[in-house]
């Protein structure tokens, strides 16, 4: 007589994929799938939210415990379902909250197969062809910013931070050698913007060069940094004897889409090396992981327009070419397939110029006695991670292979055009001032005043004139209130979901400037989506008043 667990074991094996085919269990396993996205599918409405808004209760769910016995499959689904009520739907054109991005359906699909097989990269003996997705979806991203594809390399990480984290490390070791095994015996630095990502600081932390270390140069009102400046602060570190770990050029702020000089950037740095003779070269990284998507336009033909996309977009599209066409002189940049790429989260990779700068973080194999036995192909050698899912390539190349360059060309451009008509709308009334009305992105920052206000002057004032300081953190004070509304709007179904930022960028004066934020990334978003920005706007004033 079989033990009572074996039963238990013989009943739990229907909830798992037949690893030979079954053509009724095969049936089942699609159906239970079916099943799920059917009752999501009931949650749906013309609100930008799935089901009813819900009372997060953190503190029941800290109470939370495993059950004594299995549960049906069924009723696993129902709950697993039921965390997604309350949820935004980034792909409803009225969802403008940062850049989230809805995912194609190829790119669902790639990210879900991994996730039945478990292939894991960091070899080719436990991912197999899936290796080959990784190796193909860095060639095209390698041949869209202009690297040579037959000497670039990549590896997909856990997010743009992972990026910045292999950029950093990679950078360390050329300005350190050998920092990897016996630490860091020297002062190094990080050099960006003001405007950068946080998660300079963060890695900056996590490597142990010290957030302290990170030299944040100012930036221009276009949110592009100062190169002027970002050249004498970089020529105070290499005076004081510091080594370089790395020069982060942002192309394409989180915020504001400011997109850096990558071009002087590369020039600078290569003057430096001159100038106090090097043994190294700085690593140059472009944080691309908004703006490497627009490099699908470094070869349209943007006199003959052939997708006709109207003047202002053209212009816009144009602005930011002139930047993003330098991605190739970085020595590595940062992708995030699951924001402009239209993939689901996460799809980040760390593309490098020449497969040698991968072997400067590499490890030696006989430190990994139990991988690597067979083949030729081991990113585990120079990859953080260990276990390495095979969702973030396979989600990546679904979404590239079914759009192409035109088709990502057309979502990019219709999102301008449709950040550049709010733009229009938000000039159009006297209470509303955009604040970075000079970057070209599909993210508008703007700034809503109470009556009486002359919003053609008091912005300027505020952001120059120190005596202005209070007027700006009441202004600030009022812009939170503003979204507050907006937002207890949303969460109720009704209205837009946008976005806030504590400190858009800071005053001359030093003080912060709080912003709303509308990141428009939904293919289905129209003008009358738009206009549904300013009716949030007009019943937030409303019930704020003064």
């Excluded at 039963?7 to 099943?35: C, N, T, W």
């Excluded at 004594?68 to 969802?95: C, M």
């Excluded at 490597?207 to 002027?228: D, F, H, K, Q, Y």
């Excluded at 989260?345 to 990994?368: F, H």
Aim: proline share 5%; hydrophobic share 40%; net charge negative.
């Amino acid at each position: 007589m079989k033990p009572r667990y074996y039963s238990l074991v013989k009943e739990l094996r229907r909830a798992f994929p037949q690893p030979v085919s079954d053509r009724i269990h095969d049936a089942y396993f699609g159906h239970a799938i079916m099943q799920a996205i059917d009752q999501v599918d009931a949650m749906k409405s013309e609100r930008p939210m799935l089901g009813e808004p819900v009372e997060l209760d953190f503190a029941a769910a800290r109470k939370c415990r495993i059950d004594d016995d299995s549960a049906t499959l069924e009723d696993v689904t129902e709950k697993l379902v039921s965390y997604l009520s309350g949820l935004f739907v980034w792909g409803h054109p009225r969802s403008q909250i940062n850049v989230i991005p809805p995912a194609t359906i190829p790119s669902i699909i790639g990210n879900l197969l991994p996730s039945i097989y478990n292939p894991n990269l960091v070899s080719e003996e436990t991912s197999r062809s899936v290796a080959l997705a990784e190796v193909e979806a860095a060639a095209i991203a390698a041949d869209l910013v202009g690297y040579d594809s037959s000497q670039a390399a990549g590896v997909f990480t856990f997010g743009g931070t992972g990026t910045l984290l292999y950029a950093i490390r990679t950078g360390l070791e050329k300005a350190c050698p050998g920092t990897a095994q016996t630490g860091l015996k020297e002062e190094a630095v990080v050099v960006c913007s003001e405007t950068a990502h946080y998660s300079c600081r963060t890695v900056a932390s996590w490597l142990g060069l010290g957030a302290e270390n990170v030299i944040e140069v100012p930036t221009s009102p276009e949110n592009e940094v100062r190169t002027c400046l970002l050249e004498t602060m970089l020529r105070d570190a290499l005076k004081a004897g510091k080594k370089v770990a790395a020069i982060v050029a942002t192309m394409g702020t989180t915020d504001a889409f400011g997109l850096d000089d990558l071009k002087e950037i590369a020039e600078i740095r290569d003057r430096m090396v001159d100038e106090f003779s090097l043994d190294y070269i700085p690593h140059l990284h472009a944080d691309a992981v908004i703006g490497w998507a627009w490099s699908v336009f470094n070869d349209y033909d943007m006199d003959a327009n052939p997708l006709g996309f109207r003047h202002r977009t053209i212009r816009a599209l144009a602005g930011t070419r002139r930047r993003i066409r330098h991605l190739s002189l970085a020595d590595s940049i940062g992708v995030d397939f699951h924001k402009t790429g239209f993939a689901p989260y996460v799809s980040s990779l760390y593309l490098v110029k020449t497969q040698a700068d991968l072997e400067l973080i590499a490890r030696e194999p006989s430190s990994m006695p139990y991988l690597f036995q067979s083949g030729e192909h081991h990113p585990g050698r120079y990859t953080l991670e260990t276990s390495s899912s095979g969702s973030g390539p396979m989600a990546a190349l679904g979404s590239l292979r079914l759009l192409g360059k035109n088709g990502l060309r057309s979502l990019l451009g219709h999102l301008v055009t449709m950040s550049d008509t709010l733009t229009e709308h938000l000039d159009g009334h006297t209470s509303t001032h955009v604040l970075n009305a000079e970057n070209f992105g599909p993210v508008t920052l703007f700034r809503v005043y109470p009556p009486g206000v002359d919003t053609f002057s008091v912005p300027a004032q505020e952001y120059s004139n120190p005596e202005f300081r209070e007027t700006l953190l009441a202004h600030n004070e009022y812009n939170r209130r503003i979204f507050d509304e907006i937002q207890s709007e949303a969460l109720q179904g009704r209205g837009v979901v946008i976005s806030l930022t504590e400190c858009y960028r800071e005053t001359e004066y030093g003080a912060p400037i709080v912003a709303l934020k509308s990141y428009i990334m939904s293919p289905f978003s129209d003008e009358k989506y738009v206009d549904a920005v300013l009716e949030s706007i007009a019943r937030a004033r409303e019930i704020v008043g003064q």
